[in-house]
């Protein structure tokens, strides 16, 4: 699990978690789940030029799956979703 704050807002908190990596038998990566979390406030600026201080809480899962090899282990092609949600 690797956590980071953002250089440009200091009151956003970043967490990335890397789950369920999967290899074959050449020790390539074929697959993974990636989690993001994104908490805190930021601030937003309207077309009108008002800012806003917005609470953020954001999730970002990604699975990559399937992922296949040519001879010279190069990759060929993944299975890829990315699923998005706000509370």
């Known amino acids: 699990m690797e956590t980071v704050q953002?250089?440009?807002?200091?009151e956003l908190l970043t967490r990335t978690e890397r789950?369920?990596?999967?290899?074959?038998?050449m020790g390539?990566?074929?697959?993974s789940v990636n989690l993001r979390h994104e908490a805190g406030r930021a601030e937003r600026v309207l077309e009108?030029?008002?800012?806003?201080?917005?609470?953020?809480?954001?999730?970002?899962?990604?699975v990559q799956t399937g992922r296949t090899f040519n001879e010279a282990g190069l990759?060929?092609?993944m299975w890829r979703r990315r699923l998005t949600g706000r509370r």
Do not use: P
Request: aromatic share 6%; glycine share 8%.
């Open 6 to 10: 953002d250089t440009a807002s200091a």
């Open 19 to 25: 789950r369920e990596t999967t290899y074959d038998l």
């Open 28 to 31: 390539r990566e074929t697959g």
């Open 48 to 62: 009108t030029g008002e800012r806003l201080m917005e609470t953020m809480n954001k999730w970002t899962t990604v």
């Open 75 to 77: 990759t060929t092609g």
